[in-house]
Each structure stands twice: as C-alpha cells, then as structure tokens.
C-alpha cells in the first residue's frame, strides 16, 4: 500500500510536470498572439496549423543550441541558477489545493511564502555570478522591488489566514461558497494583482529585465538551454500567480472547467496589460509598493482582526 502511494505520488508529480510546461508553452503562444493583435501585425503562423507548434519549434531551436558563458563569470552558480529557478517554481505547484489529497500541504500559504522568498535569491545570484554591470544592475532592481511587493503580499494573506483561520489553501474554497472574496476585499483584490504583476517581472514593473537602460537586465548573459529555464520559470509563476487570484478571490472550485476558464482569463490579463501600458519610473514603483499597498493591507490586516474578535464576543 505505500509502494502504491509512493508511485501515485511520483506518477502525479510527473503528469503536472508535464502538464505545466505544456502549459507554458501554450501562454508564449497566447502571448505572441495577441501581442500581434494589439500591435496590428500578425503573430506566430507559420509552424504547424495556425502557428500552434510554434512554442515546441523554439524550445528545440533554445536547448539545441551551443552553451556560451562568459569567460569571466563564476561558473557553477552561473549554470545551476537557472535550474534552481525552474525547480523552485515547479515545486511552488504542488501546494495548489488538490481533492484527491495527492500532496496534502496543511500550511500550503506558508510554503508559497517560503518558496516565493528563496526565488529571489536566484534571481540575484544569476545576475551576479554573470559578472556583468548590467546584469548586476538588473538583479539588484529585481531583489528591491520583489522583496518590496512581498511584503504586501504576505500581509494580504495574513488578512486571509486571519479571516479563514487556516493555512492550508482548502480553506478559500470552503468560505467562497456563497460569495466570492473579490466582493468583501476588491481594494485587496488589486493591490495583490499589480503585486503579483511585481512578484514575476512583468510591464509595467519590469525593471529587472529593462530593455531602455539594462539592454537585457539579469539574464543578459544566458542564451540557449539556461535562457530557456528562466523564460519557462517566469511564465510558470504567472500561471501560479493567476491560479492564486482565481482561487482566493473568484470562488476558488478548482475542480471545474470553469475555474481553468478563470485562470486564462487572468493570465490574458497579465499578457494585455504588457501590450497597453508603458514601463513605470523605478521611485514610482517604489512609492506604490511603500505608501500605497502596505497602508492598504495594513489596514485591511487590523479590520480582519477586529472582525473576528467582534464575532468571537458575540459566539
């Protein structure tokens, strides 16, 4: 009975593996897409029907290509980085509430927390490993403003871990039975997405990676494979971030066609917000994450506080 429970673990582990890249894939190609038709020009539509294999033809293109690194840089750390990107957000998956108790993470909101905060150090040590100025440039931009939007976003979730009274994700399916959270908390609602659209170095926050003034940002050294990992670890966290907002604000039944209907429609959000809005000024982003969400959540933070202490009186 454990051998069984072992191999459905490692076979479940794997199908989301897969599924998730697929997945990636599948949002480049929305991407490029609909970036033609916001910019009036056609997109991917030569591979395949309609350009559908056009995601598979560049990830062969990427890892059969020659792995070139600077002579100067710290090797090991500048070629396992990448990887250690791509592990951390894959492993960030399997805290997503499942039914069928697959992997039951009762402090799931913890482990998002911890895994999220480990990221940003691969981050800064791709960047510095590289021994560039711009990719150090880069990295460091990357490592204020995400540790800056993550301190809103770990007060945010203290607003529902106190609301809730549980760690573990389950909970947001359970209290969303009748009326979603978006309603009770839209100001919240908000400042999460443009924290999430902070969190994965995405327009209009991405500073990291600022064509203008970094040319590339941390990642202007990686070609080939490597390059392929940190295009694939930040398209993952997208997709993670936009199963985290359809399951703590719109209702969450992550067992329905539905819920996957929500989650694309939040991904293309994240893709339509880059085709529309120019690159914010980096004090500007600072000033939004510093006097505008943290007084926000803050708030938010003691009014769920005193919510429950009002009906723990009144019980």
């Not at 490692?10 to 697929?22: A, Q, T």
């Not at 609909?34 to 029907?49: A, D, T």
């Not at 203290?158 to 549980?166: A, K, P, Q």
Request: glycine share 6%; charged share 10%; net charge neutral.
């Amino acid at each position: 009975m454990f051998f069984f429970d072992l191999l459905m673990m490692f076979l479940g582990g794997l199908l989301l593996i897969i599924f998730l890249l697929i997945g990636v894939a599948f949002l480049t190609l929305l991407e490029r897409s609909v970036l033609g038709y916001i910019q009036l020009r056609k997109g991917p539509n030569s591979v395949g029907p309609t350009g559908v294999l056009q995601p598979f033809s560049d990830a062969l293109k990427l890892f059969f290509n020659e792995q070139v690194y600077p002579v100067l840089s710290n090797y090991l750390v500048y070629y396992i980085s990448p990887v250690m990107s791509l592990f951390l957000i894959m492993l960030l998956w399997l805290c997503i509430p499942y039914i069928i108790k697959l992997y039951s993470f009762n402090l799931s909101l913890l482990f998002f927390l911890c895994c999220t905060s480990v990221g940003v150090y691969m981050i800064m040590i791709s960047g510095w490993s590289s021994n560039s100025v711009y990719s150090l440039l880069g990295a460091l931009r990357a490592v204020a403003q995400t540790i800056s939007y993550e301190i809103s976003l770990s007060l945010i979730l203290m607003c529902f871990i106190i609301l809730i009274l549980s760690f573990n994700m389950m909970g947001f399916l359970l209290y969303q039975k009748y009326v979603w959270f978006m309603y009770l908390c839209f100001p919240l609602m908000l400042c999460w997405g443009a924290s999430s659209l902070a969190e994965t170095n995405r327009t209009p926050f991405d500073f990291a990676e600022g064509e203008s003034e970094l040319v590339s940002g941390f990642n202007i050294e990686y070609g080939s494979g490597s390059f392929a990992m940190i295009f694939l670890a930040e398209y993952a966290s997208i997709l993670f971030m936009s199963m985290l907002i359809s399951l703590m604000f719109l209702g969450g039944a992550n067992f329905t066609l539905y819920f996957f209907f929500k989650l694309g429609v939040i991904s293309f959000m994240f893709i339509w917000i880059r085709g529309v809005l120019p690159r914010f000024r980096y004090d500007k982003l600072m000033n939004l994450a510093w006097k505008s969400f943290l007084p926000v959540s803050l708030n938010y933070l003691f009014f769920f506080m005193g919510f429950k202490l009002m009906v723990f009186s009144l019980l």
